[in-house]
């Protein structure tokens, strides 16, 4: 060990000595940064990583590479110094080593210097450090195994120059192997074969942050396998030509081919073995999670995962197929008996390709490809089928990627597989089950109570008593004896605090019999298992149905897992009507602007539309969701209030203005003011939404109508506003930390926004609901009270906008909460008020006693209760996301997905939350000026020139006081040494 150590310093020593290794170190860090800051264009992106960096090093080493290792054995033999080494008393294995780490020494240290730019990324936004260290190891890695190709080819060359030309030339064409151009002629199978020869291919994984075992191996098996060619090399030059020299030769040869036949058997070996690898991101972005683990340990019968994937298919597309095959293995894995995972072309099979048609409804997708040479059109197969028992799914090519365009390229990547596997698994396992199956995962037992009083029941209601022990004697039969009823009469209990224990706990209390009456009865339901409740409120004439569906949903409630629905509450498009006024046809009606949120509800939930003019949530609805609320009755609001009182989930995009589309068509923006008369529910909620509207300094672009006189004819057209301080840029600032809610987001951008002000319920100053706010304005965010959000360049011609630094009131520069949720004891906006269910007409009775019209209303809700509320009316419009995807802004995506976010957690579904926070997402940078921008990018340049400055300063300096190196086994005065 101490010669080879000893041989390294020599080699990096004569390196540092070198003006030739200065120009080359220098050229390699300047273009570095080039690639980094112009080449990628690091600040458009807008992304706080240092991929550009790690997406050209496998390229820029290989050129490094062979300019440091043209002269390592090549210059020896030329100068004659080879036969010196050769015959001293030095190990051969002891040279070749030391060379190599010399030259590695020197390549490490050329990566040290490029860590500034990792540093420089920290301070300008959250920077993920895992695929930052996993990059500059798969560097090192990558350039071991060049450096012994390098190796290699110098000792078989006395030429330096034909070395350095053979090295890169060797080198390149192991990268280009598995370059997505080449890889793209072979089909699938066989581009799966390039990538795992290619050595760029190979160092995608290690650069996102993921250690695989097998490309460990593979680098290695590149080092030990040139490195020993390397040695035969070499041995081969002290031997002669006779007969006593061939047989060497000859062993040497089969020593060679063993060597590497080992290298290959152990890398096709470990092919297969998919999950020894370490996941080094921040969040375990690339590993199966243990929600995922903990629904597959819960299968109670055989799950199937099939991938429908062409061997043919579209270059962009080709790369993520292994990574899906990967997932599905593992899911096997991890499922062990439970699941079966499959990989399929049906293209070379008719009867899997009739059966995908025919039964499944899978069908190839024409692509569309264009390159240099030609262009065309291929069918290709991209779905994954999950079946369970008789019911699947289908993943298809959309639900799959996200497609994100640069100037430069179009770059495909998969959306977040492991969340679109498990939401599905978990839609077919759990959408549709019978009641056997649903106690079968039961931990404890269910028990309903009624509380009825038969003897004052109203006719209309005396069969209920039997309908409601008829209905729940079945489910017990059914339950495996997990269910149990029991019917308690309030009135004619022992217990004479009864009554009183349960208006304080459940709210229930004692209905009229009639508008005038002073009897009353009691009718309740309530279904408990464990410490969790839920309080019943059958639909319609209380039949035997109506009591079945309410109990059914109630039992869904209470156990984890089953599929959730949603209730919305958004604007409708009048029906489409062919009219004629006056000899014209009328202009068609508004289109529906809330289809793409439909369509990403109807995806993960079963959604139902609701108006609740009956003045009641149905009551399988788990969460109510309500979109831009404006000019509800009191029965709807009533619904809503009692909603949440009964313990369910109220999300409200409570927004105070909303855009108005016949404006936007025709020029310029108007938005419109919406009569939110859930004020009064959201007050005595705790949360106030101001009549302003917000504006931040943090904004995103904006597509603005203008018109223009051309000739006499107005020209209408679109222009890009690339600051709208309208649309509000929340940023990882902004975002609540410790919310699940919002992580896995890099921001959220909410459009004509108003600022929320929290003041929730207190109970001897302890507060009743704990709150969250989610979403914050940046510190420079202020408000105006007028509802013009047009720009104005003619008073403003530089921004449009006037952006006040400081000041008071509205014009205060200062964070504001533009979205909370929070979970609690709410108390009711109809808490001693007469009830809107009740007819209208006298306030009392002919002896002018008061009406018992409250007597149904629930006026405090369990502690459990949940409620969401987003100052934006427009965050989740079709227009507002359909103006982002054309800007480009993340908000497109990221506006669904926080709604998504806010339904799995006010539906306590923290399994599928806690998968989609540990997705990847890209982190933004923090905004800045240009100037700000030069000064990084200088930063930069000068710390390279600085160091590479003081590194061969100081080993010139030192080079006067060189002493020779002793290596081990050589004596002193030897002058060869």
Request: aromatic share 10%; charged share 25%; with cysteine.
């Amino acid at each position: 060990m101490t010669q080879v150590m000893s041989i390294a310093r020599k080699e990096l020593r004569g390196f540092f000595l070198s003006p030739v290794a200065l120009i080359f170190l220098g050229t390699f860090l300047f273009v570095v940064l080039f690639s980094f800051f112009w080449g990628e264009a690091f600040f458009r992106r807008n992304i706080a990583d240092v991929r550009p960096l790690f997406d050209w090093l496998p390229l820029l080493l290989i050129f490094l590479v062979g300019s440091l290792t043209m002269r390592l054995w090549s210059e020896e033999q030329r100068a004659g110094t080879l036969e010196i080494l050769l015959t001293m008393p030095i190990r051969l294995r002891h040279l070749v080593v030391g060379k190599f780490l010399g030259g590695l020494a020197l390549i490490a240290v050329a990566l040290v210097l490029t860590f500034a730019l990792p540093l420089t990324v920290t301070s300008l936004g959250e920077l993920d450090w895992g695929p930052v260290f996993g990059g500059y190891l798969g560097a090192l890695l990558l350039a071991g195994a060049y450096l012994s190709i390098g190796l290699c080819i110098s000792s078989a060359t006395e030429n330096p120059l034909v070395a350095l030309l053979l090295t890169c030339l060797g080198c390149g064409l192991l990268y280009l192997v598995g370059s997505e151009p080449v890889v793209s002629l072979f089909g699938t199978q066989g581009g799966e074969l390039l990538r795992a020869i290619g050595s760029g291919s190979r160092f995608e994984s290690i650069q996102r942050g993921v250690l695989d075992l097998r490309d460990l191996v593979y680098y290695g098996s590149l080092c030990v396998g040139f490195l020993y060619l390397n040695m035969v090399i070499l041995e081969s030059k002290r031997w002669g030509v006779g007969q006593v020299a061939a047989k060497s030769r000859s062993a040497m040869r089969l020593s060679v081919v063993l060597v590497l036949a080992n290298l290959l058997l152990l890398n096709l070996g470990l092919a297969g073995v998919a999950g020894a690898r370490i996941d080094m991101t921040e969040r375990n972005e690339y590993s199966i999670s243990p929600a995922t683990k903990k629904i597959l340990a819960g299968l109670e019968a055989p799950l199937l995962i099939r991938g429908y994937f062409s061997a043919k298919t579209h270059a962009k597309l080709a790369p993520l197929v292994p990574r899906i095959r990967d997932m599905l293995e593992e899911y096997q894995a991890v499922g062990g008996k439970s699941v079966r995972s499959e990989f399929i072309d049906p293209q070379k099979s008719p009867e899997l390709e009739k059966e995908a048609s025919e039964v499944y409804g899978i069908n190839s997708i024409p692509l569309e490809f264009a390159d240099r040479h030609s262009e065309g059109v291929v069918n290709s197969y991209f779905t994954i089928l999950v079946k369970y028992g008789d019911k699947f799914e289908k993943l298809g090519f959309q639900d799959l990627i996200e497609v994100r365009r640069s100037a430069q390229d179009i770059k495909v990547r998969l959306r977040n597989l492991e969340y679109d596997l498990t939401r599905t698994i978990k839609k077919v396992v759990y959408g549709f089950q019978p009641l056997e199956a649903m106690f079968a995962r039961a931990t404890d037992k269910i028990k309903l109570t009624a509380y009825i009083t038969p003897s004052t029941l109203p006719k209309q209601y005396a069969d209920v008593p039997a309908r409601v022990k008829k209905v729940a004697e079945e489910i017990a039969a059914r339950s495996g004896g997990k269910f149990v009823f029991e019917t308690i009469d309030p009135m004619a209990s022992k217990d004479s605090g009864l009554p009183k224990k349960l208006y304080e706990k459940f709210g229930f209390k004692p209905l009229a019999v009639s508008l005038f009456s002073e009897n009353s009865f009691y009718m309740h339901l309530l279904l408990n298992s464990g410490d969790r409740y839920d309080r019943l409120y059958p639909e319609g004439k209380m039949t035997e149905l109506d009591i079945r569906n309410e109990l059914t949903a109630g039992i869904k409630r209470l156990l984890p897992g089953f599929l959730k629905t949603v209730g919305l509450m958004a604007p409708k498009p009048p029906p489409r009507r062919q009219q004629m006024m006056m000899g014209r046809q009328m202009p068609p009606p508004p289109p529906d602007r809330y289809r793409m949120l439909r369509a990403t509800l109807s995806e993960n939930y079963t959604l139902r539309e609701v108006e609740l003019k009956e003045g009641r949530v149905p009551g399988d609805v788990d969460v109510l969701v309500v979109m831009a609320p404006d000019s509800l009755d009191d029965k709807q609001q009533f619904a809503i209030d009692q909603f949440l009182m009964r313990g369910g989930a109220v999300v409200v995009a409570a927004g105070r203005y909303k855009l108005e589309l016949s404006r936007f068509a025709g020029g310029g923006l108007k938005v419109n003011k919406l009569s939110n008369n859930l004020d009064k529910l959201l007050k005595a909620w705790g949360v106030e939404v101001s009549e302003n509207l917000v504006l931040d300094a943090r904004n995103a672009p904006m597509l603005i109508p203008f018109e223009r006189n051309v000739m006499g004819s107005t020209i209408r057209e679109m222009r890009l506003l690339q600051a709208y301080p309208f649309w509000i840029d929340v940023r990882s600032d902004g975002l609540a930390e410790d919310s699940p809610v919002v992580a896995g987001l890099p921001s959220v951008v909410l459009q004509w926004a108003s600022a929320l002000t929290l003041n929730f319920p207190k109970d001897k100053d302890t507060s009743l609901v704990h709150a969250t706010p989610l979403l914050k304005s940046s510190a420079l965010s202020w408000e105006q009270s007028a509802s013009d959000v047009n720009p104005d360049f003619a008073r403003f011609p530089r921004r449009g906008f006037e952006y006040p630094q400081g000041g008071s009131g509205d014009k205060e520069n200062k964070q504001r909460i533009l979205a909370v949720a929070a979970i609690g004891s709410f108390s009711s906006a109809f808490k001693g008020k007469p009830s809107p269910l009740f007819n209208e007409g006298a306030t009392g009775d002919a002896k002018g006693k008061p009406k018992r019209s409250d007597g149904r209303t629930l006026e405090q809700s369990p502690k459990g209760a949940r409620l969401v509320v987003i100052g934006s009316a427009d965050f989740a419009d079709d227009i507002a996301l359909s103006i982002a995807r054309q800007t480009g802004t993340s908000s497109f995506r990221s506006n669904l997905q926080l709604l998504q976010n806010i339904i799995d957690w006010s539906v306590a579904d923290e399994d599928l939350l806690s998968i989609r926070s540990r997705g990847h997402y890209a982190r933004t940078l923090r905004p800045m000026e240009e100037s700000a921008r030069l000064n990084y990018e200088m930063f930069n340049y000068l710390f390279v020139v600085l160091a590479l400055g003081a590194i061969f300063g100081v080993a010139f300096v030192r080079r006067r006081n060189l002493q020779p190196i002793e290596l081990s086994g050589v004596e002193k005065n030897d002058d060869k040494a």
